[in-house]
């Protein structure tokens, strides 16, 4: 399946996203990814099913959005059956900077998190590569680093030195990658060359590994390109 972002619905999202600006003195419940709150809205989305047979909070998305984008919890839902009183302070909802979404939705329903600060960094660096287009034909490619996978040429866009993003799995500055259409991505192949080491797994070429980061920490690999593993070593996936 392919994987990608439309550079029209991801500039859409990430501008509505950063419609709501964090405040500059965020309270510190608003900062960790506190584990309480994770547990109480996994608790929530459990007594959410029973209450609905089955059915899980969640927005309704297109078939073709990105697999960890794809389930957002909706925690208005929640608080209409009475399974959630008070949101997770460090919700988006709640003025925090972590989106609440679900992963493996069919099988194991397991509550996780996106940090929308990558979100905002992201929605930067896209602002840019537009502007660049709208006075070019192609986007500002750097240097091919897989098949249809290309680094960005920040001079082309002004910028001195390469933007990264701070990682949520560790203290790794994570490079962004672009595909043909002029789409970006986090690059954590960093973070995926650790998880290879650190958890114990049954990863073979052609599997999506990120999922080794999505079920071993709270965070979700979100606004990532598939990933597989080739030789013990991370590369992107075939689109």
């Known amino acids: 399946?392919?994987?990608?972002?439309?550079?029209?619905?991801?500039?859409?999202?990430?501008?509505?996203?950063?419609?709501?600006?964090?405040?500059?003195?965020?309270?510190?419940?608003?900062?960790?990814?506190?584990?309480?709150?994770?547990?109480?809205?996994?608790?929530?989305?459990?007594?959410?099913?029973?209450?609905?047979?089955?059915?899980?909070?969640?927005?309704?998305?297109?078939?073709?959005?990105?697999?960890?984008?794809?389930?957002?919890?909706?925690?208005?839902?929640?608080?209409?059956q009475g399974s959630l009183t008070e949101l997770p302070g460090n919700a988006y909802e709640n003025g925090?900077?972590?989106?609440?979404a679900i992963l493996n939705p069919e099988t194991n329903p397991q509550v996780k998190l996106i940090d929308l600060r990558i979100t905002n960094e992201l929605r930067n660096v896209l602002l840019l590569i537009n502007s660049y287009r709208d006075k070019n034909l192609y986007p500002p490619f750097g240097e091919k680093i897989g098949t249809d996978i290309y680094t960005i040429d920040y001079e082309k866009i002004g910028?001195?030195?390469?933007?990264?993003?701070?990682?949520?799995?560790?203290?790794?500055?994570?490079?962004?990658?672009?595909?043909?259409?002029?789409?970006?991505?986090?690059?954590?192949?960093?973070?995926?060359?650790?998880?290879?080491?650190?958890?114990?797994?049954n990863f073979k070429e052609g599997d999506d590994i990120r999922f080794l980061l999505a079920e071993n920490t709270p965070f979700l690999p979100a606004y990532s390109l598939p990933t597989t593993i080739k030789d013990n070593e991370p590369v992107f996936m075939v689109q």
């Open 96 to 100: 925090g900077i972590y989106q609440y």
């Open 1 to 80: 399946m392919r994987h990608t972002y439309k550079l029209v619905a991801i500039t859409a999202l990430l501008l509505f996203l950063s419609a709501c600006a964090y405040p500059s003195n965020e309270l510190e419940k608003n900062q960790p990814p506190n584990q309480a709150q994770l547990d109480m809205v996994q608790s929530a989305v459990g007594d959410y099913q029973e209450r609905t047979d089955g059915l899980l909070p969640i927005r309704t998305k297109p078939n073709d959005t990105p697999i960890f984008e794809k389930y957002l919890i909706d925690f208005n839902l929640l608080k209409e």
């Open 159 to 201: 910028i001195d030195d390469p933007l990264v993003i701070e990682s949520p799995y560790s203290e790794a500055l994570l490079p962004i990658v672009m595909d043909t259409e002029g789409n970006i991505y986090v690059d954590y192949r960093i973070d995926l060359n650790n998880a290879l080491k650190e958890y114990e797994h």
